[in-house]
C-alpha cells in the first residue's frame, strides 16, 4: 500500500486491520463507523467473514496480498468463539488458533488490539463462559490490553436497556451512538497497541513451529469471487490432494446447501466425515465462506507426511459431524456435488 503526503492527524492514525465476525461487517455498525473518523479511511482493511473465528483470521491474514505497513490487527473474535465454545468446540482449540494469530503478530512485528464484543445473553447476565476467562489470561500472557465493549456500555451508556443495544442475539444495534463510541475508543487505543510479547512457557510451545496456508494440488480449480473475497476454490467431486508435512488444524471452503461430507486421510490415519454443508432453512447466500477446525485435545491434529488427501465420504445413512454453523442435507449418493468446494486447509508445521 502506498502512503503519501500525510498530514499530521493521519500519521497519527495507524493502518488499521480488522479482522473479525459479522458485527464487523454490519452496515453502519462500528467499523464503518471505524472508517467515517479515520482520517484517511484507505487506512482501514476489513478482512472480516461472518461466523469466524480466529482461525478464519489466520487464514485472512496469511493469504492477504496487500497488507499495509506498520498494521495495527483490530482483533474481534471473542463473540463468536465464545458462541462455538456453547456449541461444543473446545476452548482448548479455540485459544491454541487465537495464540497463534497472536504470534504470528508478534514475528511480524504487527501490533495487536482485541476488541470484545458479547452476545444479548451475555450481556444481560452476571455470569460469563469458560471460554471468557481463558481468553482473558490469553490477552495478559501476551500484554494486550483489550477493548471491552461491556465496560464502555455499562459505564458511558447506562441508559441504553440490552433490549436497545443490541439488534437480535448475536448482533449489536446500529440505531444507537454505541457503535460510534466504540469506534471512537479503538481508533484512541489503537494508538498505543502493542506488538504481542509472551512468557517462556508460550516462547517454547511455539518455538520451531510455523503455520501454512496449503493449497490442493490437484483437481480443477474454479473462480470464486465476491464483495469480500477473491480465490479458486475445488468441487468435491473428486479426491484432492495437497503436499503436506505437518498437522492438520482447519479446513476453508466454499459451503452451498447439496455437499457429500468429506473426510481427510493421511499415512497416519483420517479424520471425518465432517458436514460442508449449509442449513437448507436458513434465509442467506446460497454459497458460504466457512472453516472446519479439526482437532480436539482428544483427537490431537491429523499428521501427513508428505501426503494429505480429502475424499467425498458416502454417507451411507450415517450423519457426519456438524460444527456449528454448519447443517446436514442428506446428500443422495451419485447425485453431483453443488456449487461449494475447498479454499485450502491450515496446517501447523516444524517441531
Known amino acids: 500500500m502506498n502512503i ?11 493502518s488499521l486491520v480488522i479482522v473479525g465476525g459479522s458485527n464487523s461487517l454490519l452496515k453502519h455498525g462500528w467499523a464503518d463507523k471505524l472508517k467515517e473518523i479515520h482520517p484517511n479511511k484507505n487506512y482501514v482493511t476489513n478482512l472480516s467473514i461472518g461466523a469466524s473465528t480466529s482461525a478464519m483470521g489466520l487464514y485472512r491474514l496469511l493469504t492477504c496480498a496487500d497488507m499495509p505497513n506498520n498494521p495495527v490487527i483490530l482483533w474481534e473474535y471473542a ?14 482449540v479455540l485459544i491454541h488458533h487465537t495464540q497463534w494469530l497472536f504470534e504470528i503478530c508478534a514475528r511480524r512485528g504487527y501490533r495487536v488490539l482485541p476488541i470484545v464484543l458479547y452476545n444479548k445473553s451475555e450481556a444481560g447476565s452476571a455470569e460469563q463462559v469458560k471460554y471468557r ?27 441504553l436497556s440490552v433490549d436497545q443495544l443490541y439488534a437480535d442475539n448475536p448482533h449489536y444495534s446500529v440505531e444507537t451512538e ?8 479503538v481508533l484512541q487505543q489503537s494508538r498505543s497497541a502493542k506488538v504481542p510479547k509472551c512468557g517462556k512457557e508460550l516462547e517454547r510451545r511455539f518455538s520451531g513451529k510455523d503455520l501454512q496456508i496449503v493449497f490442493p494440488n490437484s483437481g480443477r480449480s474454479e473462480a ?8 479458486d476454490i475445488f468441487p468435491l467431486g473428486a479426491d484432492l490432494h495437497f503436499n503436506l508435512s505437518g498437522r492438520l488444524l482447519a479446513c476453508f471452503l466454499i459451503a452451498s446447501r447439496a455437499e457429500p461430507a468429506i473426510t481427510f486421510h493421511s499415512d497416519r490415519g483420517q479424520k471425518g466425515p465432517y458436514s460442508v454443508e449449509i442449513s437448507s432453512k436458513v434465509d442467506g447466500p446460497v454459497r458460504q465462506l466457512k472453516h472446519l ?4 485435545p ?24 456438524l460444527q456449528h454453523t454448519m447443517a446436514w ?9 453443488g456449487s461449494g468446494g475447498v479454499i485450502g486447509i491450515l496446517a501447523e508445521v516444524g517441531a
Open 79 to 92: 463473540l463468536n468463539e465464545a458462541n462455538y465454545f456453547s456449541h461444543g468446540l473446545p476452548v482448548k
Open 329 to 337: 442435507n442428506p446428500f443422495e449418493e451419485g447425485s453431483s456435488p
Open 133 to 159: 476467562d481463558l481468553l482473558a489470561r490469553t490477552f495478559a500472557a501476551y500484554g494486550l490490553t483489550p477493548v471491552d465493549a461491556s465496560q464502555l456500555w455499562r459505564k458511558n451508556f447506562g441508559h
Open 224 to 231: 470464486f469471487a465476491n464483495r469480500i473475497l477473491k480465490c
Open 293 to 296: 477446525l479439526l482437532w480436539s
Open 298 to 321: 482428544q483427537d490431537p491434529p491429523l499428521e501427513a507426511r508428505g501426503d494429505l488427501f480429502l475424499s467425498a465420504q458416502p454417507s451411507f445413512g450415517i450423519t457426519p459431524m
Open 178 to 185: 454505541f457503535p460510534s463510541a466504540l469506534a471512537q475508543t
Open 4 to 14: 503519501s503526503k500525510e498530514t499530521p492527524s493521519e500519521s497519527r492514525a495507524p
